[in-house]
């Protein structure tokens, strides 16, 4: 081979070798952008999930309040019926009383 053909040579392979460092930058580029585009997928499903579990525990404590509240009225009607029935029972006893006399 003449020292030309050598010289063409070596600038082809340079150019191939750059050709070839373009080609594997632009495919990290392309990787890290899918990378980060991946992260930022997972944090805003993990920022949904954990909105979505706050939400889950707001609705168990609004159950657990409508109970308490539910298990009070219920507390507060049998005092009134309690109540109610003693009236009934003392007004009874009134009534007898009079009668008896």
Known sequence: MDLKAKKQDIKRQAQQ???????AKRKSAQQAKAAAAETKRKEREMKEA???EVKLRLIALEELNIKKKAEVE???LRILEEKKAKKMADLEKKEKKKLAR
């Open 74 to 76: 219920k507390e507060r």
């Open 17 to 23: 070798a750059k050709a070839a460092a373009a080609e």
């Open 50 to 52: 954990q909105e979505l």
